[in-house]
């Protein structure tokens, strides 16, 4: 049985896409991939590949022929199940099924108790850890192991901690960017142990790991290695691309979403020539680049609509889909952030994004916000709200009561106000008590106060879901023996 105490949005049909817009992108795919060809840099992929009949005679431009990409598209799983950390069956990932993830690590964070940049601790990651657990509308969490941080460890390292952290500190589901091969295999070995063993890990995972391909159409040879790694324990692994119109990708969207297509439908190609039904998530968040500052603007439209026409191409093929939302390019909570963050909220959900990750990061993902976090926690609870379905029988239509009530009468005296009232959805941070007139003492509440309190309460006061002490000790001895390997005490800098 699924244990479900997150908000799962499913939103009525919204396309942007027609079917002969997306049969003429999976040609275009198709084209790419068996004319261009794609940089495959790993040997063993190129044997699978070679093996299988695709042109790898240069590795520069392996050609994939079509038939292929169909094979791989057929037994690819349509539907992954994430679970617990105890194996509990918790998220369904299929269909228009939408769900938000947070990250607890960035290279800065913005203090949530006196609103001030600064660089990310160790203390922060355990905080955000428990802040993701404590939130009910992010169902799993997803560590940016290769960027390096927290501070004050070895790049190499610091994600693996951080990885720790959120697995200490919450029992939701949990991904991670690995830094590298080697450290891949000692998060699969821990989760390993904490499954109890590498097969109940692949029938019950908790644990999802995270590639990239480099735009345009290149799979580095560490992508693939850990891709490999992961395939070959039958592990979800969320491949994402991120290809920017008018710097790697073409300036036109139905030029983008080709090139991403076809990176995406490669990797797919590889890991099913890896281990037939090996889960891969069809990760997409494709951008403009901002041409006048040359980033990849988060709070750009163009990425919702990219994200959304790339969620509809993952549904065309069943394949289960990660985008972005609850990301901002402000660098501080006010106008913006709100805008972005709601914008970006409603895309998803109405294109139906299985997985939305990047929940409060801030300025271009350099940033993490516990307040952005908490903020659009609640954000998705009114988006939800949005999508609620509507009721027609007959204690919906209340008719015998409009009867009672008749013209001019009042219904808030009445039982079945009673019985309904509490499906009103009732803000947690926003401000809607009676300001104070003009001129008259006091006043007004104001929502950033309430996001900060709500914040700071949470942080304090949420105790997570432990592991159980011996398990929890034999992962410890594993993480000490990272330490060591670097010449370095087992100490969690301040």
Known sequence: MMEQNYLELSPPLFRRLDDRQLARIHEATLDILSGVGVTVDCAEALELLDGAGADVSNPKRVRIPEGLVAKALDTAPKEVVLHKRDGTPFVRLSGNRCTFGGTPDQPDILDPRDGRRRPCRISDVVDNARLIDALPNLTWAFTSEWAGYPQGLPAVLAGKVSFMIQLENSDKPLGSSIANVENLKDQIEVCSLIAGGDEELRRRPFFFGSVEPISPLVHGRDALEKTLVLAGHGLPNVVYSMPMAGATAPATFAGTLAVMNAELLSHLTVIQLKREGAPMIYGAMPNIIDMRTTI??????????????????????????????????????????????????????LFGANMVHDVGLMDHATMISPELMVLTDEIIRMTG??????????????????????????????????????????????????????????????????LREKTLKLIAGHTPKTLEEGLLGEIKKMEKSWFERLGLDHVYPE
């Not at 394949?319 to 952030?337: E, R, S, Y």
């Not at 009721?391 to 808030?412: M, N």
């Open 296 to 349: 990849y603007p988060y709070g750009a439209p163009e990425l919702n609509l990219l994200v959304g026409a790339a969620t509809e191409l993952a549904h065309s093929y069943n394949l289960p889909m990660l985008g972005t939302a609850g990301c901002t390019d402000a660098k501080v909570i006010g106008v913006q952030a709100g805008l972005e963050v709601a914008s970006q909220c409603v895309s998803s959900a």
């Open 385 to 450: 709200v949005m999508l609620r379905s509507l009721e027609t029988d007959d204690d919906s239509l209340a008719l015998d009561l409009i009867w009672k009530v008749g013209p001019g009468g009042s219904y808030l005296a009445e039982d079945h106000t009673l019985d309904h009232f509490r499906s009103f959805w009732a803000p947690e941070i926003l401000d809607r008590t009676r300001g104070p007139k003009p001129g008259s003492p006091g006043s007004a509440v104001h929502s950033e106060g309430l």
